[in-house]
């Protein structure tokens, strides 16, 4: 709040005697005063500049020191003190005394037998004079002209059980000639005992649905605790399924891996072994040739025998060579591992989704529905069946997951081939 605030926001003049209230506005004594005085009978009170609420009426704060010095000096300049505010006129949600001329006051009595409304000042003949002694005032109410027969502009004093309605004494005559009549009153009375079991049953149904609520809630919380460690431990347990199938992707690649080494080696142990005989062949070929084209006779024929002997003394292995060897049988055995995984999975799926959701959470008890439906209810009524006439709806059990499967059985079973 600025410090230099010279007028009252309640009267718009100077601000006189100025005081302060905790929200830090700050008002003349008396118009603040006169604002709190008619809020205490509703115990809430208002900041009328920012509307900050108190529960408890605050003890306004005087504003000392040079400012209050100041206002002082210069009081023979300021204009008169300006009248005190008055919160007694009508708003437009008061009722308005019927007798004030001009700007109406607040009323605080109607008067059923005047069919008119008073303010504190023009209700005082019905308390001070005889002639109105027997005139029934109440709190004010509004729309007086309710309480007047339309056809005979009289009071409306009786109630007519016959045709369930207000009447006033003319309509006895003849409108009403013969009906089963009472007093306002008596059946107002006879209502009142009514109205008391129709309450105490309402009271009782609002118990019984916060009970309902209660344990709503609580099931609420149990089934969220529920979804939460039911996923968590899935994860869990779909981890270490993916875990076990990576071990299994490792086995299974080592076991290509040393196959294929082994056979590698092998292969290259073999295939150093001929190119060592076959070396040693060629060696012997060039021999032979080098041999038949000597002239030395007697060398000729001590070399051929040793040739001879030793070709025909040794027997080379043969290698042979399996045409069909591949690692097909590992593919096609992971293969069908996948395909096994697929459907078993499936099947467990549709298991556990018909478990749960043959389990319901919460019904709808409607044995003790009344026989009248009401609007809200009509139109819960033809959502739910526009919900149910919808061709796109969720597999609930065997036979739809069935369907759902063949229906999306190529996604699904790209999306469990991913995963695995």
């Known amino acids: 709040m600025s410090s230099e605030q010279d007028s009252c926001y309640l009267c718009k003049e100077y601000l006189r005697d100025p005081v302060s209230i905790p929200c830090g506005h700050i008002f003349c004594s008396i118009c603040l005063k006169t604002y709190w005085d008619h809020a205490d009978h509703t115990g809430s009170y208002l900041c009328p500049q920012c509307r900050v609420t108190y529960n408890k009426r ?15 000096r210069n009081s023979d ?28 006051q607040k009323a605080i009595k109607s008067c059923l037998m005047c069919l008119a409304s ?5 209700l005082k003949p019905h308390y001070e004079s005889a002639t109105f002694k027997r005139h029934k005032l109440v709190d004010e109410i509004g729309h007086l002209d309710r309480q007047i027969c339309p056809q005979h502009q009289k009071g409306l004093e009786l109630f007519c059980r016959t045709d369930q309605m207000c009447i006033c004494v003319l ?6 000639k013969g009906h089963d009549m009472v007093s306002a009153e008596q059946e107002r009375s006879d209502e009142q005992q009514r109205l008391g079991a129709t309450q105490a049953e309402i009271q009782e149904k609002i118990h019984d649905r916060l009970k309902q609520m209660e344990q709503l809630k609580q099931a609420v919380d149990s089934l969220k605790n529920s979804a939460h460690r039911a996923l968590q431990e899935c994860e869990k347990m779909f981890g270490d399924m993916l875990r076990s199938i990576e071990r299994m992707q490792q086995e299974m690649a080592k076991l290509i891996t040393s196959n294929k080494r082994a056979a590698l080696n092998n292969a290259e142990g073999h295939m150093e072994r001929l190119n060592n005989e076959i070396a040693d062949l060629k060696r012997r070929d060039n ?12 060398h000729f024929i001590q070399s051929y025998h040793m040739l001879i002997a030793q070709t025909e003394a040794e027997e080379l292995p043969t290698v042979t060579v399996n045409p069909y060897f591949s690692f097909d049988p590992v593919t096609k055995t992971v293969s069908e591992m996948k395909q096994h995984l697929n459907e078993f999975s499936n099947e467990e799926l549709v298991k556990t989704a018909k478990t749960v959701n043959k389990m319901p959470f919460c019904e709808l008890d409607e044995s003790k529905k009344r026989r009248s439906v009401k609007s809200d209810e009509v139109v819960m009524y033809k959502s739910v069946q526009s919900i149910s006439a919808s061709p796109v ?28």
Do not use: W
């Not at 605050?58 to 002082?72: A, E, V």
């Not at 008073?118 to 023009?122: Q, T």
């Not at 309509?171 to 009403?176: D, L, N, Y």
């Not at 021999?287 to 007697?298: A, F, G, K, N, Y």
């Open 58 to 72: 605050p003890t306004p704060r005087r504003m000392g020191g040079s400012r209050q010095s100041t206002i002082q």
């Open 77 to 104: 300049s300021f204009p008169p003190p300006p009248p005190s505010p008055d919160y007694n006129y009508a708003g437009p949600q008061d009722v308005g005394c019927d007798i004030c001329v001009g700007k109406k």
């Open 118 to 122: 008073y303010c504190e000042k023009h």
């Open 171 to 176: 309509c006895t005559v003849k409108e009403h």
């Open 287 to 298: 021999e032979i040739t080098q041999l038949s084209r000597t002239e030395d006779h007697i």
């Open 393 to 420: 709806h969720e597999p609930r059990y065997r036979d739809d997951f069935l369907r759902y499967n063949r229906s999306g059985r190529t996604g699904r079973t790209h999306r469990v081939s991913h995963a695995l």
